[in-house]
């Protein structure tokens, strides 16, 4: 398989077919970052399947976790679980005799240390977490099958599963079984400080609902933030969000304005919450997916995002109100990759990402420097 070197389910059958008609071929404007290196660091290839990178975690320089699914043309999807050692990156996915991998995807990821990573799996009939500790993986079913969105973990003890029930979904395990816990909203991205202090930006109500808004479990209870207006076009709405809280009172989400139809981009916009009002910062990007953002260490944002054909992936910087981006290094046979996620090293300078190669059908993994 290997070449050395919730809304994510719509690039799917795109990466074989190689057609998405999602974006125009709209030119968009030119900027080089002023700082940042990004490589491929490996290319996940199967003929007759699509390979999707979802999530990606790092515990340290020596130990970093990307997980996502492969889909065979007109079969099931299995799970992906990718481990980097420090020199390469291995497929660490747990045998059949110990977790059930079938017809089903990993789309999340919390890996607090190395002996504490949890990885979220959603399949057709039943849900589960992987939970490795450091020597041996343990597959724990939840109550019910969810499409699993986001994993918040705090400890072995106390870990937070957030997903889609036609409704919110929140399963929380205390160290012997799940807990349901009510959410106002979904949670299509968290961000959490703390047990206490956790954040998500997702859709409010049900499923089809277009409201997006922020929530924030303060310990005890939900509070719901409202988002601003950002366009003052009729119908627009904004779709497809992400969340980083860096405090309570530096709060980012980031999402895309979308047009009434549902299906034409309009440009991604980064919202930032100061613990009682909004600003707003729209990107000079247009059509484009923002599916993902990490603090740079020095005040700024790094989000990785994309599009699909005929537009490639993009690695954008976010610095005292102005945007650079690079375009995501595509593999020499395919196009138009497209970063799922991004993570930073703990420690260093190194950044990594994953995601899907739309025409080629491959999932790749980014190492990048700051």
Known sequence: MRVAGGWRAMWR???????????????QPARALAHGTWRIAAVLASPGEVVNLYAVAAIGSRDAWAVGSATPLGGADHGLVEHWNGRLWADWSPAARVANLKSSDLTAIAAPARTDVWIGGSGATDSYALFWNGSRWRQLWLRKPILISAIAAFSPRDVWV????????????DGHR???SWAPAFGARVSALSPSDI????ARGIRKQRTLVLSHWAGGSWRLIRLPRVSAKAGDYLARPSVLALSDTEVWVSAEITARDGIHLVRPVLLRWDGSSWAVFRCPLTKTVVTQMIPDGSGGLWLAGGAGPPMPGYFLHFLA???????????KASR?????????VPGTRQLLAVGTVIVGGEGIIYHGVA
């Not at 109100?321 to 593999?331: D, E, K, L, M, S």
């Open 13 to 27: 059958g795109a990466a074989l077919a190689g057609a998405l008609v999602l974006v125009t071929s709209a030119a």
């Open 162 to 173: 957030f997903g889609d029930d036609n409704g919110p979904a929140v399963d929380r395990w």
């Open 178 to 180: 799940w807990h349901f």
């Open 199 to 202: 954040w998500s930006a997702g």
């Open 321 to 331: 109100g102005g945007w650079t981006w690079i375009q995501a290094p595509q593999p």
């Open 336 to 344: 138009n990759p497209i970063p799922w996620g991004i993570a930073a």
